[in-house]
Structures are given as C-alpha cells and as structure tokens.
C-alpha cells in the first residue's frame, strides 16, 4: 500500500488481549513510534495459538509472526503461558528443519504496562525481517495450479 | 541379552499362548472384543483380527511382519478390550491414556516382546525383487533368510528392519497385563544413527535446499489422509483439515496444501508420537513421512526431556511445563 | 487386420517419433514409486521393472487437481476466466488392460446426462497404446472381471511382449493410422503370433486371485441389511481415501472454491466416500458408520454401477488390496458374502 513498490514486511501479531493486546494499545496512547508493520489479530491468550495459526500466515504470504503474551506468571488463565513457551520453541524448531527461517517466527512477552517494549519488539523484528527478505515460501508459479503433471 | 523371540519355535509357543489367552478372555467375558493380528491376504503381511468371536482367536498370529499399530482402534471401540501390542504399540497406549482417551482398566494389553519388524520395502531393495516375486522371507535370530527362484540369501536382520525399529526404546511392552514371552533387546541397539540418516542429511543441507526437498515430496501427496488415519496419535473427530469455516487448508492435492498439512500435523501430534513408523509405511507415494515424525520426537526430547508414552501418570508434554523450560529465543 | 511388430530396441524411437505429434506420457519411477510422466527422450528403460503404476492412468484424464476456471472480483462484480486449456494431442503409452477398460467404465459416467467437458475433452484428445502385461501382482484379479492382462479392447494400439519384440495391433482407426506413419514396425510372422498367444496364455495364468464377480450381485442386494457382516467385515478399515483414489474407476470428486484478496479459483479435486464427512450435510450424515460406508463402496461397485450402466466398477487392478494400509481385501470380502439361502434361512 506504500507508494514506492518497495517491498515492505509485513507481520501478523497474535496479542494476548489481557497484557499483550493493551500494551500495544498503551504503546499507541503513548505515541511511541514503530513501524507500520504488524497488523494484529487479539487472542484471549497467547496458550490459544494454535501452530496452524503460524503456519497459514506464513502461508498467506505474511513475512514474520509475532506471538505475544504475558510474562510467565502473569497469565491471566495462569498457565496459558507456560504452553505458549513450551509450543513456540517446538515449533521454532521444526520450521528451521523444514527450511524456514526460523526467524520469521518470534515471540514476546509484553505486559499491559509495557508499551515501550512493544514498540522496541515491533521495531526490532521488523529490521530483522527486512533482512530476511520477503516471504516466497508458498510462491511457486510454475507449479500453483498443481495441473502441470495432467495433460 | 539375544533377541529370543524370532525363532519359529518361540514364535509358535508365543502364537499358542496368545491364542489361549485371548479365547479365555472372551469366554469368561472380561473383554467383548479383541484385537490382535491374523495372516494377511497377501504374501509376507498380516492384517488386524478385530473380533468379538471367541473362535476367531484361532486365527491369531505372532508374526515378522505384523506392522501395524494397533492402537489406533482403540478409540474406535466399546467396552472393554484386549489389544496385542508391540513394544511401540503399548507406547501408544500409554500415550493415549495419558490424553484420557483410553481409560487403562478399560484394556487388557497382551504384550508381544518383539525385536523388530521386517520392512518388506528393505527386501525388495536388497534382491531387487518385488515382493510377490521373493519365495520365501524367514528371520532366522539376528538373519534373515531371502529366497528368490531358489536361490537363498542371508543378510543381518538390521539390514531389512524398519528405519524405527533400528532406533527402538521399548522393544518389550513396560505396561502390560500379560506378557507372551521373555523380555527382549531391540535388534538395532547400535543402529541408532542409521535410523536417522534420512534426517542427518537433511540436516545438512541448507535451508533452500531442504525447503525444496520438502516441496519436491510433497508434489506426490495426494491427500488420501493414510497418514493421519493410521496416526494413534491423531484422533480428532473433526480434522483441521476438514474445516471449512475457515478453510485454514484446502483439501486438494497442490504442495503447498499438502506440506501445510503435513507440518500442522506433526505439531499437533508433538509429544504424542511414539516413532511406530506407520505414517511412512502407509503412505502409498513413497513420501518419506518419518522423517518429520522422527525429527519431532527428537526435538521434544531434546528441548524437554520427554518421550512420549512411557509413563502412563505423567501428564502429556504440551499440557504441562516446568519453570526452567528454554525461553531464550522470547523477548 | 495383419499383425505387425516392433523391436523392443526400437521403442524408445518410436517414442521420440510420437513425441513430435503429441505429448506423451510413459512409466516412470519417482523415489521408487511408479507413475506416469511425459516422456523426456532417453532410453524406455520402464520396461524392464515396469508392473503397474500407484496412481493409474485415469489421474492424466481426471486429475487428482483441476482448475475449473479463475475468477477476480472487482467492483462490477466477479469476471470468470477460462479453464487452462488442455494438450491438443497427447498419448498414453504402457496402459494396462485393467486401467483401460476402466477408462471405458468411467466414461459411463461422464457422459452420463451431463457431459463433462473436463473428462471428456482430455479422453477426446487422448490415444492409447496399451501394453500386455507379463508378471501380473498376487492382487491382480482382473480376469474374474470377464478381462485378461492382455486383453486388447478399449486402447487404440495394442502391444503384446513377445522377447525381443512387441506384437502390435491396431484396434481403432486412430491405431492404424498410428501404425502407418511409423517405419519402425515390421510385419509379424506366424511364429510371432503363435509366441504372442503363448505370453497371453502365462499371463492369463499368472492371475492366481479369483473372486466370483458375478455372483456377488444377488448376495449384496439380498445382504443390504446384514449389520453384523458389514459391520465384521469393515472393523480394520481406516477410513482412508487409498483404495478409493488409487481405484481406476473411482471417479467422486469435491469442488473448492479459493478466494485470495480479489482473485481466486475454483478447483475440483478427488474425494472419497470413504471419509467420514463424505455424506455429511447441515442435517445429518447418513454414513457417518464405518460399515456403511465400506457397504456403499462395495455395492456400488458390484451392484448399483451395474444396475445403472451394466458393468461392474472395478476391473480388478488390485491397487486397493495392493496398498491398503491394513490389507482389506475386496475379494476376500465379496467371497466371504453369505449365500442366498443362508440369509433365508437366518430370517
């Protein structure tokens, strides 16, 4: 949507609505600047994301994933968090064996006070991702229809 | 310890046993159902005996070839049930039982001590032959015994085992209620590595190339879901997949799909899978599927110390936490 | 119509020959498992392990993917693209009996009321040249179902192993002009016949599995309601969609609509009336059980297909029992229905 056709990364960020969610808001409140980069889908916590999540954003062509949620012992449900942290290292794991940076895939613990900090965390993954380049992961022209194989 | 449990002899004492007990059980009425293995319709093969009939436990067997994991219909059935079950299917049980899926005086396990079963796909290879054109496949201790047009061939069991029995860490069942015969060592106890060499190559290829390597397989996928369906693991009454509100993957058959699909899976299943192997084995395009299961299991025994199905109490990996998990990689 | 040969040294030329008129598909092995590809040049070298193919022919006439047509959505409304088109002339070479008279079979249905162009536009533009089969599976059945390994029917050309070389045998107009053109072929001898119907007769014999195709008709009409047996016979089946997208005559699909932004497809892709959700609608799902399911697949294939078309779907390829996960055999289920009489008696 920017002027130029200069690629810009996009990210999707899942905020736990309890810390992560307002923090972000209080980020916005504050004007603490950051790229306009992340667009954000509020989830009642961060234990609610799923790995398919992850994977049909990098699917749809999103550049990097943020998850973000309370710090490990703030969880509003108690221990949603400890299974966010259990399932993002897994996860990080298993993209970097099939191929995929696992840099495209982050997460953060941000509380509700901490709106400096989300906007460091957007910031800093977006140069990151800048680095890593677009997303072509699922691009694949030659191939897209699958009917290359029939006559 | 020698495996004991492969000469024909065992095997047949062993058959004799089971098939004694599994009629007992039905007779007395303590189980309505039983689920074992009986000679296949095709050579070299079993196929699952699921009966309720205490006259079809004569057919019962006791075999180098019985593959399948088993556990996969428990869920499917009512009741109570006796299930026989190989070192890694008695994993699977556990495995389930601690999702509460399967509720463990609700089975009675007719544990199999069992080093290893033969992968007719590595015989086919060694002969270079099919396996409707091979005569004869005996395991005979740690040989085996190829005859092809007359010809024998002896080669070591490891050469001709499934990829996951050469990694096995439970070759007899830890939790069982009856158990067919002596204790067994794994056959491949130091073929561990070998088990994994599909992955250490992968490992270390860049990341390109890996990608590529995943896209290329996945070209082949045609979605009949085998995979999945023969999973204990997977025993979701609606898939992901099967989703249409949203359609998080479509169901047709274009790699990006199918490799999406594949990769949620084994997240899903992190934790949950046991490395039977019959994710590969069923795969009817040659998709090495194993090479994901098996990489997930190490992953989640690397990062957690866990594995999955060997202690019936714990809780499963992703629905617990320690305070000392690794959390480095989060801001 | 005269016999004619062809050396089996000379069929990569003829292949090479054919590839200058038409897009031509031929065995080939992807990480050991055989399938069909376009022929690249090279040496026919399929023809030394080629059996059977896993996917069978009737994925190069009805894909396991198609794209139906493309859309993109704009203010007007939505503007519908043509379907890609398809190859204007293409061959099929190697086609096994069993996977050709199950083309026939399919297009019973494809034509059937409504034409489908999908189908029928890539069968129009087809020619097959099939291939005798010499060492038929342990799972091949086919001549329970009234076909040989080298039966001759339904493909264009026929080729019959005879050594050295293929007997060949022009069995459409399409086949004799196929065999005019080409200087690879010579006549065939007495001698060359005689070998041809030798190699038809081993492999004829070859096919050891048996399953009385026709009786199974009246069994499964007067079984519908027999529970128990559906039930016993349908507790190892995993409900995948193997046997189902691996059967040449399976022809049910799902159609799926993409829209990504303002841009999208719609696609058809094979389904299985194995799954669970097959049947399933707002309401109810009529086959949500296991042993209905494999009943309806049984029945349709030995008992309403030929109610409505007069032959049996299946031609005994033996994929199904082949690659079945659990070894579930259709043969062995059909032979194991209960006779007539038993279930008068049992009511």
Request: hydrophobic residues 35%; contains cysteine.
């Amino acid at each position: 949507m920017g002027q130029d056709s200069e690629w810009q990364p996009r990210l999707l960020g899942f905020l736990c609505r309890w810390c992560s969610y307002a923090g972000a808001d209080l980020a916005g409140t504050s004007r603490k600047k950051y790229p306009a980069s992340i667009r954000v889908i509020r989830v009642p916590c961060s234990g609610r994301v799923d790995p398919l999540f992850i994977l049909k954003a990098l699917r749809l062509g999103f550049d990097g994933v943020l998850v973000s949620g309370c710090h490990p012992g703030d969880c509003h449900y108690q221990t949603g968090n400890y299974f966010t942290r259990r399932r993002m290292a897994i996860i990080k794991r298993f993209l970097e064996y099939m191929g995929i940076d696992p840099g495209r895939l982050q997460a953060s613990w941000v509380s509700a006070s901490e709106g400096g900090k989300f906007a460091e965390v957007v910031t800093e993954m977006t140069q990151e991702i800048r680095e890593l380049g677009p997303n072509r992961l699922f691009t694949d022209e030659e191939r897209d229809n699958g009917t290359k194989t029939a006559p | 310890m020698a495996p004991t449990d492969c000469l024909p002899m065992k095997n047949g004492i062993m058959e004799q046993r089971l098939r004694r007990e599994a009629k007992a059980l039905l007779e007395q009425g303590k189980v309505s159902c039983v689920i074992g293995f009986e000679a296949g319709s095709l050579k070299f093969t079993t196929t699952p005996l699921i009966t309720g009939d205490k006259d079809d436990t004569q057919r019962l067997v006791i075999s180098p070839f019985m593959a399948n994991n088993l556990s996969v219909f428990l869920t499917g059935v009512k009741g109570r049930v006796a299930i026989v079950a190989k070192g890694c299917d008695s994993r699977s049980i556990v495995s389930l039982i601690q999702d509460n899926k399967v509720v463990r005086e609700d089975v009675v396990i007719i544990g199999v001590p069992c080093s290893g079963v033969i992968d007719l796909t590595k015989v086919e290879g060694l002969v270079g032959k099919d396996r409707d054109e091979i005569a004869d496949i005996t395991r005979d201790g740690d040989k085996v015994l190829i005859t092809v047009n007359g010809d024998k061939r002896e080669c070591p069991v490891q050469e001709v085992l499934f990829d996951n029995c050469l990694a096995c860490e439970m070759p007899t069942p830890q939790e069982y209620d009856i158990l067919l015969g002596e204790p067994t060592a794994a056959a491949g106890d130091k073929e561990k590595a070998k088990s994994r060499e599909k992955i250490n190559s992968l490992e270390t290829m860049k990341p390109d190339e890996r990608w590529a390597f995943w896209r290329n397989e996945f070209s082949r996928c045609i979605r009949c879901y085998a995979c999945r369906n023969v999973c204990p693991a997977c025993f979701c009454e609606r898939c992901f997949v099967e989703e249409t509100e949203p359609p998080w993957v479509l169901p047709i058959p274009r790699w990006q799909d199918s490799l999406m699909f594949q990769v949620v899976r084994n997240l899903h299943v992190a934790g949950r899978c046991t490395d039977c192997g019959e994710c590969e084995r069923a795969c009817p395009v040659g998709i090495p599927l194993r090479s994901l299961a098996r990489e997930m299991y190490d992953i989640v025994g690397e990062l957690f110390s866990y594995r999955a199905g060997m202690d019936k109490e714990a809780p499963p990996l992703l629905a617990c936490y320690e305070p000392t998990d690794v959390e480095d990689f989060i801001r | 119509m005269t016999a004619k040969k062809i050396a089996r040294r000379d069929i990569a030329d003829l292949l090479n020959e054919w590839s200058r008129e038409f897009g031509v598909f031929v065995p080939s092995r992807d990480e050991g498992v055989a399938k069909w590809a376009r022929w690249g040049g090279g040496d026919a070298g399929f023809l030394e392990w080629y059996r059977n193919t896993v996917v069978p022919p009737k994925a190069l006439f009805f894909p396991p993917l198609e794209e139906m047509f493309s859309f993109q959505k704009d203010g007007d409304g939505y503007h519908v693209g043509q379907p890609p088109p398809t190859e204007d002339r293409w061959l099929v070479f190697g086609i096994r009996p069993c996977d050709a008279r199950a083309l026939a079979v399919l297009a019973l249905t494809f034509k059937d009321g409504y034409q489908d162009p999908y189908y029928l536009a890539r069968r129009k533009n087809g020619v097959l040249v099939g291939l005798g089969c010499t060492r038929p599976y342990e799972s091949c059945f086919c001549t329970s179902l009234g076909i040989s390994p080298t039966d001759a029917a339904n493909v264009d050309l026929m080729l019959t192993d005879i050594g050295d070389d293929f007997l060949v045998e022009a069995v459409t107009d399409k086949g004799k002009e196929l065999l005019s053109k080409t200087s690879l072929v010579q006549a065939a001898t007495g001698a060359d016949e005689a070998r041809a119907e030798e190699a038809r007769d081993a492999a004829g014999a070859r096919v050891t599995r048996k399953v009385d195709s026709q009786g199974a008709h009246e069994k499964l009409r007067a079984g519908f309601e027999d529970k128990d047996f559906w039930e016993r016979v349908s507790a190892k089946c995993i409900s995948c969609g193997i046997c189902t997208f691996l059967c040449p005559t399976c022809y049910c699909f799902d159609i799926s609509d993409e829209l990504v932004k303002k841009q999208g497809a719609r696609f058809r892709s094979w389904d299985s009336c194995a799954f669970p959700l097959y049947t399933k609608m707002p309401v109810e799902n009529p086959r949500r059980e296991k042993w209905r399911r494999l009943r309806q697949k049984v029945c349709h294939k030995y008992e309403f297909y030929p109610d409505s078309f007069d032959v049996i779907a299946c031609t005994g390829c033996g994929r199904c029992i082949r690659l079945c996960p659990v070894n579930w055999d259709i043969t062995r289920v059909l032979s194991s229905l209960p006779a007539q009489e038993q279930l008068r008696l049992e009511r």
